[in-house]
């Protein structure tokens, strides 16, 4: 088999097509293939890093060697059994937030369109405080309400939005207004809890990755390996409605079809990572447009997105451990704390730029 790699145009340095037989061709951008490596890179070498931060700090080279299988007994039980759960739930986390970014803000053409302000980790909240507050759950059962309120919330929102098709707009207006009832739920739910309840109830809704074990690893990996395939299959689609409906349809694009199997994968991913973790917060705001910036390029930079989540939401990990000295933070304050900053800039600069 013969593969022919040449630019789209003579002496371009743009993105490239990878053609193959049968027609059969893969478009690819150097830079953001560059970027995917180096965000990659960072992330492997950010969870090394994090793996050996802790109480009994750990060298690099001594984790890698212990996850390699050469580490001491001592080491391994650490590495193994105490940390690289965390740092694998941080990873698959960061991953599938900056993924349900992605889709949520290309479904909407809104750079606000995001898990967090459309009510998605809301309803996960109120399905996880419904099983603690109600019915004094455990972890499983917990979880297994955040999935529930978290896939309820998505079905309503988009019906509510749906109107010949779902405007951009109008989803995000929704899903504003879905979230402040889903707030007032909150309160609601908390102001019923006895004490026990409601500390169980305030760590869960801080997010946190404290704690973390295989129990919490293969349910959330289950799920980001069977839909990040299916999402990113659907990068061409997307990129294409992106264009608008009429173009899309004109293209071959079954938009709402399309759209609706995204947004579920979506509010699953969302859900997922809310289940595991809690809701951790402006991670699926922010990592889509930090990797158009990194990339330079148009789209939905889905790959990208997953990967600049997961280099985010490790470094906040890493910061909540170490950068207020011997008071530990949970995960979800700095990203909050870092995400609001984030936030204003970003309704300033799309207030100077007229889109809002």
Known sequence: MTVDLRADRPGSRGPRALRGPGGLSLRLEPRALVAGLLLAVAALAMAVVLIGTGDFEIAPWDVVQTLLGNGTPAHDF?????????????????????MAGAVFQSVSRNPLGSPDLLGFSYGASVGALTVIVLFKGDANAVAGGALAGGLLTGVLVYLLSYKRGIHGYRLVLVGIGASAMLVAVINYLLTRAQLVEATRAMVWLTGS??????????????????????????????????????????????????????????VLLTTAAAAAAGPISFVALAAPQLARRLTRSPGSNLLTGALTGSVLLLVSDWASQRAFGSDQLPVGVVTGLVGGVYLLWLLVTERRAGRI
């Open 78 to 98: 650490i590495v193994n059994d105490l940390r690289l759960p965390r740092v694998l739930v941080a990873l698959l986390v960061g991953a599938a937030l900056g």
């Open 209 to 266: 990755l404290a704690g973390r074990d295989w129990s919490q690893v293969w349910p959330l990996l289950g799920t980001c390996a069977v839909l990040f395939p299916l999402v990113l299959g659907q990068g061409r689609a997307l990129r294409m409605m992106e264009m608008g409906d009429d173009a899309a349809y004109a293209l071959g694009v079954r938009v709402e079809r399309t759209r609706m199997l995204l947004m579920l994968a979506a």
